[in-house]
């Protein structure tokens, strides 16, 4: 197995800041190469960050702190610079600077019904999720402005890799920057393709080593008015199994993802790939004796990402999709069959169906989903709420299971309010009983005027079922009586207790 260059990342991809007793850190974006320009991401900050923040030099915590004075991050934040105050250089030349520009952090902190977590925007476009924050976590992640410094792309190799060095001109400021770019051409959401690192995953995916970290994958196919599918793909792992090291207030890790597709005659017909943590370039190596992660005195595990999801197109097709997630020296690798089907544009389809677990109300449904994200990703919202799949079809008997799913009705583009319906039955998968039979859905009020797509989620109550197998079967009906095939999604249920939320989505 290939090994690749070694990645410092500081707490997370995106502009964040991480802060607790310790010295806090900071990370920044991707460096972007688009068109005939380079476009570099700096968080620039004052050098009393440390000495404010660090608890040898302060009796209070930081929480304390910003208590007492609102204004805080305020004079610690550096919004005033201008291109004249930059210095960039590639490969020890300094270039001349185009333009600078402020962009808001690819970071947020999401309320949901499980807790509070943090997520972040990967270099390639797709969204990384982390661990819960605990109720007791003396930690903050903090949203981090940056700045984006842009140059001309100069004349080089295909390739070829190049150092990126970033100073400022004022004395007491601290600046963070990525210390690499490669030219290698490929698209925005395949970034790590032709990068060492990149090299080595897709050894990884091919090898006969067997994986390290568990991983699991799910694919879920969704209607688009294009000539393809839009297909989500939702990786979880844990954490803890991923090594890292938290040394003199950074976090040090190399966490990235790359997934291959195939077609049934195996060629490679689209790939992917996301890189969580990144590298310091105005910062130096870490040594090679990394601390490994899952120690109790480990402070870093709340910082390392649990889970991926991301958004590719695919034309109608069976396919196999390969995903491998590595850590520089472990990784994990799954695979999952998925069929596109081939939609007849004049009669009505169902989209695969979303098993999931998570929700979270969104506070204004004009606005449901960040800015940041890329304009291919769609999340899967219904009526103001946004769902996250989930790779554990596994549920506790008394969980919630919700079921989201797209309906395409043509009949939408030439009838103001046409009656559309959605049945849904539960099936026992040993006996092929119909455990339960729901009464039909009318979809009225998830119909958006001028959409084609009709956006469904129902919470189905679990807590009637014995343990067992089961199958959910959803059917659509349109004004004409015509109805769709039975989309199909298997789940088990397990008399586990667990902590159970619901929303008023059920059947």
Not at 314 to 338: H, M
Not at 437 to 452: E, L, M, T
Request: with cysteine; glycine share 6%.
């Amino acid at each position: 197995m290939r090994k690749g260059r070694r990645l410092i990342a500081a707490v997370m991809a995106g502009s964040a800041i991480f802060c607790t007793f310790a010295t806090p850190t900071i990370a920044q974006g991707p460096i972007r190469v688009e068109s005939s320009q380079v476009l570099v991401p700096a968080v620039v900050f004052d050098k009393k960050l440390y000495t404010l923040t660090g608890k040898k030099h302060h009796k209070h915590s930081l929480r304390y702190l910003i208590a007492r004075d609102p204004h805080f991050w305020d004079s610690i934040a550096i919004r005033d610079l201008v291109a004249k105050d930059f210095h960039l250089f590639e490969d020890g030349q300094e270039q001349r600077i185009l333009s600078v520009a402020f962009e808001a952090p690819s970071f947020s902190i999401v309320q949901d019904n499980r807790g509070k977590h943090p997520e972040t925007i990967g270099t390639g476009g797709g969204r990384w999720t982390y661990p819960e924050l605990a109720r007791t976590d003396n930690s903050m992640w903090l949203p981090w402005p940056q700045y984006v410094i842009t140059y001309v792309l100069s004349v080089s190799l295909a390739g070829s890799c190049h150092q990126i060095k970033v100073n400022v001109g004022q004395p007491n400021l601290v600046v963070w920057a990525r210390g690499e770019y490669c030219n290698t051409p490929h698209p925005a959401s395949d970034p790590l393709n032709g990068t060492d690192f990149g090299k080595q995953m897709e050894d990884d995916l091919i090898s006969a080593t067997k994986s390290k970290v568990d991983l699991k994958l799910r694919a879920t196919a969704f209607y688009a008015d294009t000539a393809a599918d839009r297909v989500n793909i939702h990786i979880e792992f844990p954490s803890k199994s991923l090594k890292h090291e938290f040394r003199d207030g950074t976090l040090y890790a190399s966490i990235g993802a790359v997934g291959e597709v195939y077609d049934q005659a195996g060629s490679v017909v689209a790939r992917f790939s996301d890189f969580a943590c990144c590298d310091y370039g105005n910062d130096s190596h870490p040594s090679t004796n990394s601390q490994a992660s899952g120690t109790p005195s480990d402070r870093g595990t709340s910082m390392i990402p649990n889970g991926y999801e991301t958004q590719i197109d695919l034309p109608a097709g069976e396919y196999n999709i390969d995903v491998v997630l590595s850590d520089g020296e472990k990784f994990g690798r799954a695979r999952t069959l998925l069929t596109v089907q081939n939609h007849d544009e004049k009669q009505p389809a169902i989209s695969d169906i979303a098993l999931c677990r998570r929700f979270r109300k969104l506070p204004d449904e004009s606005t449901e989903f960040p800015a940041q994200l890329p304009g291919s990703y769609v999340p899967l919202v219904s009526k103001g709420v946004e769902f996250t799949p989930t790779t554990n079809s596994r549920f506790a008997s008394n969980e919630m299971l919700y079921a989201y799913f797209e309906v395409y009705d043509p009949q939408l583009a030439v009838q103001a309010a046409p009656k559309v319906t959605a049945h849904l039955r539960i099936v026992d998968v040993k006996t092929n009983d119909v455990e339960i039979d729901f009464q039909p859905v009318d979809a009225a009020s998830y119909i958006k005027p001028g959409s084609s797509q009709i956006r469904i989620a129902r919470g189905i109550d679990l807590s009637s079922l014995p343990e067992g197998s089961y199958e959910l079967d959803v059917q659509a009906t349109d004004s004409t009586g015509k109805s769709t095939v039975w989309q199909k999604a298997n789940f088990s249920v397990e008399s586990h207790l667990l902590g159970s939320c619901s929303i008023d989505l059920q059947c």
